[in-house]
Structure formats: structure tokens, C-alpha cells
């Protein structure tokens, strides 16, 4: 599990069981999102902060250290995202 912090302050669990599309859409977040497979960028975001645990195949290696893939990425501990 890890925790999404929102530019807001707010904070979201995601659970082991769950994306992090997933949980911040279940928080109210509308993100948009198309392949879920880490490949089309839709779900792409900004990132502000934190370890993330990037899993997609569409990032570049500058763009791992200010985006986020959420529809197959996650994090350890805190992450900051731009939403
Ligand atoms: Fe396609 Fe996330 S929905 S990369």
C-alpha cells in the first residue's frame, strides 16, 4: 500500500488490491483513463513529490521524474501528485 497526497493536502490509500486510477476515482478524483495497461498515456499526471514505482511502458526517463502513470504505477510511502 501506499498513500497519494493531492495538491489539496488530501490524502488517498491505495491498497495492494487496487491501482492508483482506481482509488483516486473512488475519492472523487475524475481522471481519465483509456488502456489501464500503462501504455496510451491517458491517465498520465503531474508529479510533485515522493518514490514513485513506475511501471508503465510509455514514460520517458526524463518524464519518470515529474509524471505518473496511474492506471499501473505505484509508490512507496508518500506520493505527491499534481491533481
Ligand atoms: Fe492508458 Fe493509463 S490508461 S496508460
Known sequence: PFIIELREG??????AQTTALAALRAAGVPLLAS???????TCECGMLGGQPIHRDSILSKDARG???????????GVLKLDL
Open 10 to 15: 488530501r490524502v488517498v490509500e491505495v491498497s
Open 35 to 41: 488502456c489501464e495497461n500503462g501504455v496510451c498515456g
Open 66 to 76: 515529474h509524471r505518473f502513470i496511474a492506471c499501473v504505477s505505484r509508490a512507496t
